[in-house]
C-alpha cells in the first residue's frame, strides 16, 4: 500500500517544521525491554531497512529524551570515541536537543543542547535550530506523547519487527484514536513493516 507522501517541506501553524517521530517497535507495541534493552531489534535481519540518507535529507535537528540519549552514548562509546559523532548517520552534524531533568555529558564537539520543561516552550527554540527543514523526534515514547499533547507531532514513521516483549518502554503511551491517524505508506524492508502515519489534526 503506498499513495503519494505529503511535501516534506510543509510548514505547520506560526511557521514550524514538521516533527517526525522516527523509530523501531516489536509486534505488541515496545521501543526496548524492561532493562531498555534493544537486543530484540539487533536480533532481527535487517537487509533492506530504509535508507537514511534519504529521510535525513529534509531533517534539520534531532530531539531525544534523556534515556535515548544515554543509550546512544552508551551503545556507540561516544564518550571514549566522541569523534563517532559525526560519523553516525542517525546524527551527523545536526543539532540535538535531549530534554532532561538530569545533568547528562556531552561528548566533544558535537552538538547536543539539553532542554528542561515543557515541549512547548522548547518549540521555537528547536524550531530556529531546525533552519526550515524537518525535526526528527528519535525516542522515547513518552516524549513523542508530550509532542503528540503540544499539538506538535506531525508524522510517525515506526518499523515493526518480528518480535515481542512481556514488558518495558511502550511506542506511545498516550491515548490517541484512530480519526487523528491516516496511514500514507506501508512497506516491506526484510523482516520490517514499515509504517508512515500522518496525524490528523
Known amino acids: 500500500m503506498e499513495n503519494q507522501p505529503s511535501p516534506s517541506s510543509l510548514r505547520r ?9 522516527y523509530t523501531a517497535s516489536t509486534l505488541n507495541g515496545f521501543l526496548a525491554d524492561e532493562e531498555n534493552s534493544l537486543a530484540w531489534l539487533f536480533a532481527v535481519e535487517s537487509d533492506g531497512t530504509p535508507e537514511l540518507s534519504t529521510q535525513l535529507g529534509d531533517v534539520g535537528a534531532d530531539v531525544m529524551g534523556s534515556t535515548t540519549y544515554e543509550w546512544v552514548l552508551r551503545e556507540e562509546r561516544l564518550l571514549e570515541q566522541p569523534g563517532r559523532w559525526q560519523e553516525l ?3 551527523g552534524d545536526r543539532p540535538t536537543f535531549v530534554f532532561t531533568s538530569r545533568d ?16 512547548a516552550a522548547a518549540l521555537p527554540e528547536i524550531a530556529a535550530a531546525a533552519g526550515g527543514r524537518d525535526v526528527w523526534l528519535l525516542g522515547g515514547g513518552d516524549l513523542a506523547g508530550q509532542f503528540w499533547e503540544a ?8 518499523s ?3 518480535a ?8 506511545l503511551p498516550r491515548r490517541i484514536g484512530p480519526d487523528a491517524l491516516r496511514l500514507r505508506r506501508a512497506e516491506r524492508f526484510g523482516q520490517f513493516a514499515h509504517l ?6
Open 104 to 119: 547528562l555529558p556531552r561528548p566533544d564537539g558535537a552538538d547536543v543542547r539539553f532542554l528542561r520543561g515543557p515541549v
Open 89 to 91: 548517520e542517525y546524527l
Open 160 to 162: 515493526i519487527a518480528p
Open 151 to 158: 499539538g506538535a507531532l506531525d508524522e510517525i514513521q515506526v
Open 164 to 171: 515481542t516483549l512481556p514488558g518495558g518502554a511502550p511506542l
Open 196 to 201: 508512515t502515519y500522518d496525524v490528523v489534526r
Open 13 to 21: 501553524p506560526g511557521g514550524r517544521p514538521r516533527v517526525v517521530y
